[in-house]
T-cell receptor
């Protein structure tokens, strides 16, 4: 079974430029998460989807961040415009709604560097 | 609000020895789950072990065991017979019932474990 796929793995952009990250969750997983992980810290939730519905986006900086999950499968996270403080690893995770423990499966992440 | 505390920024352990990584949590939810994840330098988050708040026994998965003390709100990870490959960041996380779906997770700041040969 394929795991969570993310692309790109690395991205370097100048500040004020836009950037987008893509995530393909494990087949059949209804729940999808986007996290931001700053260096030396734990992941912080940005947004959580149940199928195509964003059920928790309270931590998403909506002035510059947007996300979508069309058809309840793939998801895209966008930053426009990027700021220096956005440099971090962006992790995507998925879990089955009726899984044993709602365990999350993580993708490899996208490391963003804003210069 | 839920919160996870990991008070050990870094830990060292000799190869083949056991090590305990501390985790305390705060929640008002009656039902919750506690997880430990490992993050090697390559960056992927690897699920290690799970403990449900109503589970009567402490969880074990191979060399990993979870010392769950509900009254103290602690969920310490014990790694037995440490191996060099155990060197990584370790994160404690909690799932609580926030809404009708009930699947929000909160992560702690992590503990960096270094296994010495």
């Amino acid at each position: 079974e394929a795991g969570v796929v993310q692309s790109p793995r690395y991205k370097i952009i100048e500040k004020k430029q836009p950037v987008a990250f893509w995530c393909n969750p494990i087949s059949g997983h209804n729940t999808l998460y986007w996290y931001r992980q700053n260096l030396g810290q734990g992941p912080e939730l940005l947004i959580r989807y149940e199928n195509e519905e964003a059920v928790d986006d309270s931590q998403l900086p909506k002035d510059r961040f947007s996300a979508e999950r069309l058809k309840g499968v793939d998801s895209t996270l966008k930053i426009q415009p990027a700021e220096l403080g956005d440099s971090a690893v962006y992790l995507c995770a998925s879990s089955p709604y009726f899984g044993r423990n709602y365990e999350q499966y993580f993708g490899p992440g996208t490391r963003l560097t804003v210069t | 609000a839920q919160k996870i505390t990991q008070t050990q920024p870094g830990m060292f352990v000799q190869e083949k020895e056991a090590v305990t990584l501390d985790c305390t949590y705060d929640t008002s939810d009656p039902s919750y789950g506690l997880f430990w994840y490992k993050q090697p330098s390559s960056g992927e988050m690897i699920f290690l072990i799970y403990q449900g708040s109503y589970d009567q026994q402490n969880a074990t998965e191979g060399r990993y065991s979870l010392n769950f003390q509900k009254a103290r709100k602690s969920a310490n990870l014990v790694i037995s017979a440490s191996q060099l490959g155990d060197s990584a960041m370790y994160f404690c996380a909690m799932r609580g019932v926030h809404d009708n779906y009930g699947q929000n997770f909160v992560f702690g700041p992590g503990t960096r474990l270094s296994v010495l040969p």
